[in-house]
């Protein structure tokens, strides 16, 4: 299986300063079919079910402020929020769908500092 | 609009079933494949299991193989999760989500409690 761990685990942000989340596979994500990273950013808020924000590591799923993007490549990626919001107090999560079963990470807890 | 709605879910001994469904709306259902990930209380989600848009393929992952049957009803819009042989690990709020890869609709979930 492939092993995704997030860090930082709870990152504390001032409002309008810049958020980023890391994330890392045990393995490459690349699918070869279309040269493309098999990793998803999703959101999480209280009681409600996670939210895809971020799709093939960058493609930002439609709704989705522009402030979040997602970059990386292989076994590396970050999710960064460019400018925090009241509103982007969650959980984030990472996931890969190269190969089953499907994998998330732990999740990141982000905070307003 | 798209709506994922689950029900079935409840208080279950260990050793028991449940049957889990989903009731789809707002898009063509048949065209999609579907999935169940859950999440137990406090934990990240884990993915259960996948079916293709026609059922003709399915996926499970290792911890309920043999154990849980992914199906669905294209007729009646409908996802189901027949779970047997529960567990306490099985304890999980279980949601409902559209697509095969990266899940861009969930459902709200059902509560699956397994204690005695």
């Known amino acids: 299986d492939i092993v995704m761990t997030q860090s930082p685990d709870s990152p504390a942000v001032s409002l309008g300063e810049r958020a980023t989340i890391n994330c890392k596979s045990s393995?490459?994500?690349?699918?070869?079919?279309?040269?493309?990273?098999?990793l998803a950013w999703y959101q999480q808020k209280p009681g409600q079910p996670p939210k895809l924000l971020i799709y093939?590591?960058?493609t930002r799923e439609s709704g989705v402020p522009d402030r979040f993007s997602g970059s990386g490549s292989g076994t590396d990626f970050t999710l960064t929020i460019s400018s925090l919001q009241a509103e982007d107090v969650a959980v984030y999560y990472c996931?890969?769908?190269?190969?089953?079963?499907?994998?998330f990470g732990q999740g990141t807890k982000l905070e307003i500092k | 609009e798209v709506q994922l709605v689950e029900s079935g879910g409840g208080l279950v001994q260990p050793g028991g079933s449940l049957r889990l469904s989903c009731a789809a709306s707002?898009?063509?259902?048949?065209?999609?494949?579907m999935t169940w990930v859950r999440q137990a209380p406090g934990k990240g989600p884990e993915w259960v299991a996948n079916?293709?848009?026609?059922?003709?393929?399915?996926s499970y992952v290792d911890s309920v193989r043999g154990r849980f049957t992914i199906s669905r009803d294209n007729a009646k819009n409908s996802l189901y999760l027949q779970m047997n042989s529960l567990r306490a690990e099985d304890t999980a709020v279980y949601y409902c989500?559209?697509?095969?890869?990266?899940?861009?609709?969930w459902g709200q979930g059902s509560l699956v409690t397994v204690s005695s």
């Open positions: 989500a559209r697509a095969k890869w990266n899940f861009d609709y």
């Open positions: 707002g898009f063509s259902f048949s065209s999609f494949w």
């Open positions: 079916i293709k848009h026609d059922g003709s393929e399915k």
């Open positions: 393995q490459s994500v690349l699918y070869s079919s279309n040269k493309k990273n098999s």
């Open positions: 093939w590591a960058s």
């Open positions: 996931q890969q769908y190269l190969s089953t079963p499907y994998t």
